[in-house]
């Protein structure tokens, strides 16, 4: 297992436009979270699934932002209608267990311009 | 969760012991302190947790005093791989979210 897996790397999109990132977590790991980091800044907590379930949401995640794990393994992102404060990095993270270690993947660079 | 403080930055020689500080004096008996380290353009590391007694991994050592208000990160024999943001999280059983702070910047000199 190389650990967790997100794709893209970096995404440029126009304002406006709705965007999607893939998060692959380690495979036997059944907790899965989205975190959002701006620059200078530690990450912010968005949200936590375990298995397919969608647990908690911060405020952080508008109506415009929604997260999936359809089967309990992969989950994606999606933003919808862009804004230029969208701009951030968005990192992924799992665990097996609570109060362990999380395992977090590269992150995603989101710019909207 | 309880509110951490660290310094904005601190440098290292390497080779010599990097010990960072962390100040969580609204800590409560249910909380955990966990530090994590973010090298530059990758995600968040693990690197120890403790409740109340002192833990040593393979990374690091976490010493935390007894009145648990305060906690120092200890790596033993730096290198300039431990260039990286240092975070410090205060977080309670059963809490499946970390607030991340700003940590501290620790910088490897050679």
């Known amino acids: 297992d190389t650990g967790v897996s997100q794709n893209p790397r970096h995404k440029i999109t126009k304002r406006g436009q709705n965007v999607t990132f893939r998060c692959d977590p380690i495979?036997?790991?059944?907790?899965l979270y989205w975190y959002r980091q701006t620059l200078g800044q530690g990450p912010e907590f968005l949200t936590y699934?375990?298995?397919?379930?969608?647990?908690?949401k911060s405020r952080l995640l508008s109506d415009r932002f929604s997260a999936e794990r359809p089967k309990g393994s992969f989950s994606t992102l999606e933003i919808q209608r862009t804004e230029q404060g969208d701009s951030a990095m968005y990192l992924c993270?799992?665990?097996?267990?609570?109060?362990?270690?999380?395992?977090f993947g590269q992150g995603t660079r989101l710019t909207v311009v | 969760d309880a509110k951490t403080t660290q310094p904005p930055s601190m440098d290292c020689a390497e080779g010599r012991a990097a010990n960072l500080p962390c100040n969580h004096s609204?800590?409560?008996?249910?909380?955990?302190v966990y530090w994590y380290r973010q090298i530059h353009s990758q995600g968040p590391q693990y690197i120890i947790h403790?409740?109340?007694n002192n833990e040593t991994n393979e990374m690091a050592s976490l010493i935390i005093t007894e009145d648990r208000k305060s906690s120092t990160l200890i790596l033993p024999h730096a290198t300039l791989r431990d260039t990286a943001v240092y975070y410090c999280?205060?977080?309670?059983?059963?809490?499946?979210?970390?607030?991340f702070g700003t940590g501290t910047r620790l910088t490897i000199i050679p």
């Open positions: 999280i205060v977080n309670a059983f059963g809490n499946e979210k970390l607030t």
């Open positions: 993270a799992s665990s097996d267990a609570v109060n362990t270690e999380a395992f």
């Open positions: 699934f375990q298995n397919e379930a969608q647990l908690e």
């Open positions: 609204t800590i409560s008996g249910n909380e955990y």
């Open positions: 403790g409740l109340k």
């Open positions: 495979s036997e790991h059944n907790r």
